[in-house]
Every structure is written in structure tokens, then in C-alpha cells.
């Protein structure tokens, strides 16, 4: 089994940076690739950033040249940097792992991100 837990959102100004941060524990070798999702308020949750063995392997195209995701090397933490934010950023983030042991996708609780204007 694989848990994930996020952490670093927050309130920022347009123009800023927040970098959120997935902890993984568990069977983490299982680990086959880690997403980033998020979901505004009475809307559908979205893919933000999906990086998988051989790297980044999709980002929304709202946040290409603004937000990187990347992963540590022992499968153990998944992070998405986001710069130059923007209010239309504002959502729940929900980082997702895929395993190697299971069709069913893991998610983390969310963490808030809050961009005023």
C-alpha cells in the first residue's frame, strides 16, 4: 500500500510561487508514475502535471513555461513547482500515484492554493 500526503499550499499574490510537495510511504518501489490534479470550486477536477519513469510526461497547457513537476529518485516524494501563478490557478491540488500493484489510483488529501489579485 502507498500513502501520500501534500503539503505546501497556501495564499500567494498573482505573480508568485508556491512549490507543493507529495510524500509517499509504503510499498513506494510500486510507484509507476505521480500526478498532479486539482479541482476549483464547481468544477471537474483536472490533470495539472503527470510525470512518470522517463519524466514529465504531461502538463495542462495553462501552466506550460509556469509550472515544473518532478520527482526524487527514490519514488518517495513528488513535487510541482508553480511560478508566475495566477488568480484562475486557485484550487484544491490532489497529488495521485499509479502502482505497479493496482489499477486503482492513490490519492493524497489536497492541499489549498489561494492566488488573489
Known amino acids: 500500500q502507498v500513502q501520500l500526503v501534500e503539503s505546501g499550499g497556501g495564499l500567494v499574490q498573482a505573480g508568485g510561487s508556491l512549490r507543493l510537495s507529495c510524500v509517499a510511504s509504503?510499498?513506494?518501489?510500486?510507484?509507476?508514475?505521480f500526478g498532479w490534479y486539482r479541482q476549483a470550486p464547481g468544477q471537474e477536477r483536472e490533470l495539472v502535471a503527470r510525470?512518470?519513469?522517463?519524466?514529465?510526461?504531461f502538463i495542462l497547457d495553462s501552466g506550460k513555461g509556469r509550472f515544473t513537476a518532478s520527482r526524487d529518485n527514490a519514488w518517495s516524494t513528488a513535487y510541482l513547482q508553480m511560478n508566475r501563478l495566477k488568480p484562475e490557478d486557485t484550487a484544491v491540488y490532489y497529488c495521485?500515484?499509479?502502482?505497479?500493484?493496482?489499477?486503482?489510483?492513490?490519492w493524497g488529501q489536497g492541499t489549498q492554493v489561494t492566488v488573489s489579485s
Open positions: 509504503g510499498n513506494t518501489r510500486s510507484i509507476n508514475a
Open positions: 510525470i512518470g519513469r522517463g519524466g514529465p510526461i
Open positions: 495521485s500515484a499509479e502502482s505497479l500493484l493496482s489499477t486503482a489510483t492513490i
